[in-house]
């Protein structure tokens, strides 16, 4: 039987990461883009706010930065059990995170 490694586990793993840090400021902006454009009704309106197109463009580069730590990580979830080569991306981050309840897995 393999392993697998539980949310807790990679949540444990990227405490001290770059990866994490940038995801938490990632939420906070985009929060408060979402409270901005909440507070009007009108789309020109909110759409044309200072500096928002620079905030998605930053917001864009912090979540690449994520899915390229992302795709490292299960790179090196493949090196260890060759098998994963045949699953895709998604399965796997599903077997991984569903590891501690096997009869949960489905693919």
Do not use: W
């Not at 405490?15 to 901005?36: A, G, L, N, P, W």
């Not at 909440?38 to 917001?59: C, D, G, M």
């Amino acid at each position: 039987m393999i392993k697998c490694h539980t949310y807790d586990t990679y949540a444990r793993t990227l405490v001290h990461s770059k990866v994490h840090y940038t995801d938490m400021f990632c939420v906070v902006f985009m929060q408060q883009i979402v409270s901005e454009v909440e507070l009007s009704k009108n789309v020109v309106e909110a759409t044309s706010r200072p500096r928002l197109y620079e905030r998605l463009e930053k917001i864009q580069e912090m979540l690449t930065v994520c899915e390229k730590a992302l795709a490292e990580y299960l790179e090196t979830k493949r090196l260890a059990f060759p098998r994963f080569y045949f699953v895709s991306s998604v399965d796997l981050l599903d077997i991984l995170s569903t590891g501690t309840n096997p009869s949960v897995v489905s693919i």
